[in-house]
């Protein structure tokens, strides 16, 4: 088997990065969701001011992600679309440039 082209690694490459901040957004979704339960809970308890600070704590360092991963996401197809520009220009197979197309326009909706 022949090993991947440079377009299909920088294919690859943006996909898992666009994935990883979709899961991201997952993550912080559902710890914004876990802090409004704590604080809308009206029992009291000696550790919710601990899992209030934790919870917090947690947000904002997910939150903390997003611009270096976004900058990543940059980057990267930064680096894909050149080489997608080569690989037409060489011939490259229209399936491999199919997936390149559609990992840019999966980047691009995300906000890179």
Request: glycine fraction near 4%; charged fraction near 30%; hydrophobic fraction near 40%.
């Amino acid at each position: 088997m022949a090993p991947p082209s440079p377009l299909a690694i920088a294919t690859g490459s943006v996909q898992r990065l666009v994935k990883e901040e979709a899961s991201y957004h997952k993550e912080l979704s559902s710890q914004e969701a876990r802090l409004e339960k704590l604080l809308a809970s009206t029992e009291e308890d000696e550790n919710r001011e601990y899992s209030l600070k934790q919870e917090r704590a947690a947000i904002a360092e997910t939150k903390a992600v997003f611009p270096p991963l976004r900058q990543r996401i940059a980057d990267a197809l930064a680096k894909l679309e050149d080489q997608l520009e080569s690989a037409q220009g060489s011939g490259a197979s229209e399936e491999e440039i199919a997936k390149a197309t559609e990992a840019v326009k999966q980047a691009k909706a995300v906000g890179a």
